[in-house]
């Protein structure tokens, strides 16, 4: 009788920056290069997602990337940002979650709200007093999922994909 993996989180470190760069580039294609021009969407994975990006963000004090392990193989991430700020979102101290990815292979197997309360907790334990993210208009599924773990629209802003212009939904909800 085999037993379902256990989910671990854990801070992520400069030893990770290679694997979570090519880990989090292939969550973007998978999830976004069948809405998207090819040549935009090499721009921006090569402005977004290489080692040496991830190296930087990882030794940024105000990003904290966490992992989320099954077994030891990664199966999502969140990267927090206190030093973000965004028109529309009110508070003392906005947290952005800059970025929150499950590994297709685990989806609806109840990882996303276990990675979500993880990032809540983090984020209350950087001082935050409101946590918000960008997400595009045209990905109903992780609006419905923001929407499910309390987020709300707020406002909306131009995410660029290489050269195309795509409008974010600014979602938030108070920590």
Known sequence: ??????????????DDAEPLSAFARRL??????AQNNPDDL??????AFTPALQRAEL???????????????LAGYVLLNDR????????THPVELQRFYI??????????????????????????????LGVWEQNPRAIRFYEKQGFSVCGSH?????????????MRTPL
Not at 59 to 73: C, S
Request: glycine share 8%; aromatic share 10%.
């Open 158 to 170: 131009t995410f660029m994909v290489g050269n195309d212009p795509q409008r974010d939904l600014i």
């Open 103 to 132: 590994d297709f292979p685990w989806h609806g197997r109840g990882l996303a709200p276990v990675q979500m309360a993880h990032a809540v907790a983090q984020a209350r334990a950087l001082g935050g007093d409101v946590l918000w």
């Open 28 to 33: 973007f294609i998978e999830t976004f290069a």
């Open 42 to 47: 090499a721009l921006f994975l090569n402005s």
């Open 59 to 73: 030794e940024d004090a105000h990003r904290q990337y966490w992992l989320l392990e099954m077994d030891g193989v």
């Open 84 to 91: 973000a700020t965004e028109e529309g979102v009110e508070g």
């Open 1 to 14: 009788m085999s037993s379902e993996p256990v989910p671990a989180i854990r801070r992520a470190t400069i």
